[in-house]
Nanobody, 123 residues
Framework: QLQLVESGGGLVQPGESLRLSCVGS????????IGWFRQAPGKEREGVSC????????NYTDSVKGRFTISRDIHKRTVYLQLNKLKLEDTGVYYC????????????????WGQGTQVTVSA
């Protein structure tokens, strides 16, 4: 069964950058769309970005467009989320999750989740 492991979170100041990584445990990772989600304290989990299994299709929530970039390296079984120009409101636990082939706007469609990595943006 596929397992996902996130890394790359940390404490940064507004305007700084981080790169998050999501590593898949087996070859099925190559046929899965991977989404990044985040959850701030006291708030519901929200979708941030997603990349299809082929890598040809990506999407972003409006609040991160132009600042975050998602990409994948099939050979490394890794999906990256580059976070630039970070804002205080980007703080939260970031999770990656997998579903077969194509992205979806429904969080419930993603059936495999990582444990999360904390991103804290503070002045």
């Amino acid at each position: 069964q596929l397992q996902l492991v996130e890394s790359g979170g940390g404490l940064v100041q507004p305007g700084e950058s981080l790169r998050l990584s999501c590593v898949g445990s087996d070859l099925s990772f190559a046929v899965d769309a991977i989404g990044w989600f985040r959850q701030a304290p006291g708030k519901e989990r929200e979708g941030v970005s997603c990349i299809s299994a082929s890598g040809n299709d990506t999407n972003y929530t409006d609040s991160v467009k132009g600042r975050f970039t998602i990409s994948r390296d099939i050979h490394k079984r890794t999906v990256y989320l580059q976070l630039n120009k970070l804002k205080l409101e980007d703080t939260g636990v970031y999770y990656c999750a997998a579903k077969r082939l194509y992205c979806s706007s429904a969080i419930s469609d993603f059936d495999t989740w990582g444990q999360g990595t904390q991103v804290t943006v503070s002045a």
